[in-house]
T-cell receptor, first 114, second 118 residues
Framework: DQQVKQNSPSLSVQEGRISILNCDYT??????FLWYKKYPAEGPTFLIS?????DKNEDGRFTVFLNKSAKHLSLHIVPSQPGDSAVYFC?????????????FGKGTKLSVKP | KAGVTQTPRYLIKTRGQQVTLSCSPI?????VSWYQQTPGQGLQFLFE???????NKGNFPGRFSGRQFSNSRSEMNVSTLELGDSALYLC?????????????????FGPGTRLLVL
């Protein structure tokens, strides 16, 4: 049973517009969430994280929103740039838990068109 | 500082063979985790090592094993390869065994080893 779901395998957005990537989770005990970005032929790189004591975290053009009651988080990229084209993975875990407790979604491929 | 390195980058094996993949973590990192990435399953956790001890293991058969050396370098081994083992194998290193809120307490991934089993 998949505990972290990214239901959109792909997303296409025009440069300058907002990209919204969604992620749902089933385990209400998760209290720490991360987003990773992956380019082809490279490993995933950490993008932004949020703990369950917050409902929003911003870092430049990237904002993650957490809705605990809906067990849903989303990553907003504003404005989107062609260099943002990559696969985005959502991950969930327990704050202070083992690195190995990180549960990843299957990823969403974002294409930002010039 | 240098990132996580994995060798080899590409590998072709046949069914029944065994394979060893290597991972060198970022200097100072003591935790090394391994993941299998396939198109259908995404990233699935294999195991995590910290200070030469396996701390966590994912839901994979015993054909998958690993170890960590005193310099934190890690190897994973897959014996009796099956077609379904074809995947990208990713190694990630981190400073600590436990997840933290700061970026430096998260995992840093290597580029992966692409394994094709024929």
């Amino acid at each position: 049973d998949q505990q972290v779901k990214q239901n959109s395998p792909s997303l296409s957005v025009q440069e300058g517009r907002i990209s919204i990537l969604n992620c749902d989770y089933t385990n209400s005990m998760f209290d720490y969430f991360l987003w990773y970005k992956k380019y082809p032929a490279e490993g995933p790189t950490f993008l932004i994280s949020i703990s369950s004591i917050k409902d929003k975290n911003e870092d430049g053009r990237f904002t993650v929103f957490l809705n605990k009651s809906a067990k849903h988080l989303s990553l907003h990229i504003v404005p989107s740039q062609p260099g943002d084209s990559a696969v985005y993975f959502c991950a969930a875990s327990f704050y202070g838990g083992s690195q190995g407790n990180l549960i990843f979604g299957k990823g969403t491929k974002l294409s930002v068109k010039p | 500082k240098a990132g996580v390195t994995q060798t080899p980058r590409y590998l072709i094996k046949t069914r029944g063979q065994q394979v060893t993949l290597s991972c060198s973590p970022i200097s100072g990192h003591r935790s090394v985790s391994w993941y299998q990435q396939t198109p259908g399953q995404g990233l699935q956790f294999l195991f995590e090592y910290f200070s030469e001890t396996q701390r966590n293991k994912g839901n994979f058969p015993g054909r998958f094993s690993g170890r960590q050396f005193s310099n934190s370098r890690s190897e994973m081994n897959v014996s009796t390869l099956e077609l379904g083992d074809s995947a990208l194998y990713l190694c990630a290193s981190s400073l600590r065994h436990s997840l933290g809120i700061r970026e430096e307490e998260t995992q840093y991934f290597g580029p992966g080893t692409r394994l094709l089993v024929l």
